[in-house]
Nanobody
Framework: QLQLAESGGGLVQPGGSLRLSCAAAGVSLKKPPIGWFRQAPGKEREAIACISGVDDETYVVDALKGRFTIARDNTKGTVYLQMDGMKTEDTGVYSC????????????????WGQGTQVTVSS
């Protein structure tokens, strides 16, 4: 079973950039599909992006296209979430997950989650 660990969160000013990492550790016979989610204070968790475990196909939700990018470094077993042009409403806890349910794009239920990393966008 894989363990996921997010890193890279922190404080960033509006308009700035941040790159989050999701490192997968453990035994797996296949490259894991990964999804990124976030939860803002007082709001429900929402899907951000996902990357396929088959061919690294990516998907970013429409509201974040153009600002957020998901990518995988296969040599490091790490999936990144690049966030540019950040806004105060991007503040929240960002989590990665694997073991998706349902068809592509994987924006729903997942089996395994990381602990999350806090992102705060503020001047």
């Amino acid at each position: 079973q894989l363990q996921l660990a997010e890193s890279g969160g922190g404080l960033v000013q509006p308009g700035g950039s941040l790159r989050l990492s999701c490192a997968a550790a453990g035994v797996s016979l296949k490259k894991p599909p990964i999804g990124w989610f976030r939860q803002a204070p007082g709001k429900e968790r929402e899907a951000i992006a996902c990357i396929s475990g088959v061919d690294d196909e990516t998907y970013v939700v429409d509201a974040l296209k153009g600002r957020f990018t998901i990518a995988r470094d296969n040599t490091k077993g790490t999936v990144y979430l690049q966030m540019d042009g950040m806004k105060t409403e991007d503040t929240g806890v960002y989590s990665c997950a694997t073991g998706p349910w349902g068809p592509w794009p994987y924006l729903g239920r997942y089996d395994q989650w990381g602990q999350g990393t806090q992102v705060t966008v503020s001047s």
